[in-house]
């Protein structure tokens, strides 16, 4: 079964410290995996798409890595802002145009505390 | 360029009772997805719209659960006689042909 599993379930930092999120699927094949940030009470926004081929991808102080031999990918944050706070959740995208096209992780709720 | 577009944002409804949940995509775009999200669970597809067609519903439950992209107007996914467990957040998302861009969501509560 195609699945996107999430670590931790949720996280607590103090404000100004980094942090690494984690994603691990079995969706095969994918055509790209994306990590989205959801403020509470919003649609998903993407941060980073990554195809197979790469490796990591930037976005600020976002930083997205992808292993697809292992199948894993992580999300660091660097230097947390208080709004960082909201769910990051690892999305994987299979190569159609089917409906469900996309498969879902459950999401790492981050708390960044002043 | 406005996002895509959900009201009501919150929704209540008595057990029984209809939910329409309106979606309004970005402007050029053709494909709309609807999907929902249960408490401390991820999103999960429902049905994938485009003008006037329904392309892919896979996701839909069978009964009471309904959806429509008009050629004028925003998508309708529609919840007839709704019930406990129809109590979540439905998500829209819309496209041209690639990334979708989701909207704020509409959060349904039935008592």
């Known amino acids: 079964k195609n699945q996107v599993e999430q670590s931790p379930q949720s996280l607590i930092i103090l404000e100004g410290k980094n942090c690494t999120l984690q994603c691990n699927y079995t969706v095969s094949p994918f055509s790209n995996l994306r990590w989205y940030k959801q403020d509470t009470g919003r649609g998903p926004v993407s941060l980073t798409i990554m195809t197979f081929s790469e490796n990591t991808k930037s976005n600020g102080r976002y930083t997205a890595t992808l292993d697809a031999d292992t199948k894993q990918s992580s999300l660091h944050i660097t230097a947390s802002q208080l709004s960082d706070s909201a769910s990051y959740i690892c999305v994987v995208r299979k190569p159609n145009n089917a409906g469900n096209m996309l498969t879902f992780g459950g999401g790492t709720r981050l708390m960044v505390k002043p | 360029n406005a996002g895509v577009m959900q009201n009501p944002r919150h929704l209540v409804r008595r057990r029984g009772q209809e939910a329409r949940l309106r979606c309004s995509p970005m402007k050029g775009h053709s494909h709309v997805y609807w999907y929902r999200q249960l408490p401390e669970e991820g999103l999960k597809f429902m049905v994938y719209?485009?003008?006037?067609?329904?392309?892919?519903e896979s996701g839909m439950p069978k009964e009471r659960f309904s959806a429509e992209f008009p050629k004028e107007g925003p998508s309708i996914l529609r919840i007839q006689q709704v019930v406990r467990g129809d109590s979540a957040a439905y998500f829209c998302?819309?496209?041209?042909?690639?990334?979708?861009?989701f909207g704020p969501g509409t959060r349904l509560t039935v008592t």
């Open positions: 998302a819309s496209s041209r042909s690639g990334e979708q861009y």
């Open positions: 719209l485009q003008k006037e067609n329904i392309i892919d």
